[in-house]
């Protein structure tokens, strides 16, 4: 299949996809909208940040792609397509297909226009919403919450490893910056989940790479690369987190079959 954008998913690429999306249901009318390119209409937008009005009239129409785009955010495809990426490309690189071990983080942003649980971040002066990620060792997305920015890092932090924990039973430890310090905090992480909640601060005075903590900060600024993530532009918190998912379907198809 030709590609019109750098975007479009090749066939090798639309392969590791295709089996995730669920079948159409049954009853209805026949399913005639090519679903490639409903994907390909997501990670369009996704980089560009174009606006749903602005969507190029090669791809479906704008209400197609919105409707399988807000289905898919809100029944698990997504993460669907994150899980079955990610066990794949830990395959390949030689591990085993569950992690034992995350890094947390946080990214507070502005938000563009209308929108719930918004709040403000004194620390980072930003008015907006916080991106609560889970990364594996490759720096691969686990799980992310998207929140308030002004819930504190530790209260977040409750939030991702409720999601976290009742999916990957197998992780052991987790790193995180100075930020989720907190004797009670590593205390009510260690009777909840059983787990080693560790914190790596940052050197004073000096630059120095922070063993762990970079791996969750590259993530971000793969993330950076798209320009729908650049702020805020959902009035859902649950559609904020579909467009980091697509990032992390973005790249990690890329990873196991390049184009």
Known sequence: MYKR????LTDKQWKLLEPIIPPAKEGGRPRTTD????????????????????????FPPKSTVYEYYSQWASDGTFDEMVNKLREQVRVKAGRNPMPSAGIIDSQSVKTAGPAIEVGYDG??????????????????????????????ERAGAKLVLVKLMSYFTEIKIIWADGGYSGKAFKAWVKEIFNIIWQVVKRPR????????????ERT???MNFQRRLS????????????????????TMTRRLKPG
């Open 231 to 250: 702020k805020d532009y959902e009035y859902l918190p649950h559609h904020s987190e579909a467009w980091i998912k697509l990032s992390a379907i973005h």
């Open 35 to 58: 679903l490639r390119e409903v994907i390909n209409a997501c990670l369009y937008m996704l980089r560009t940040g174009c606006q749903w009005d602005l969507l190029p009239n090669d």
């Open 5 to 8: 954008y750098r975007t479009d």
């Open 123 to 152: 620390a980072k002066n930003i008015k907006g919403r916080k991106r609560h990620i889970a990364v594996d060792i490759l720096g691969l997305l686990l799980v992310v919450v998207v929140h308030s920015a002004g819930i504190a």
């Open 205 to 216: 005075k000096i630059f120095k790479i922070v063993k762990f903590r970079w791996i969750v």
């Open 220 to 222: 971000f600024s793969w």
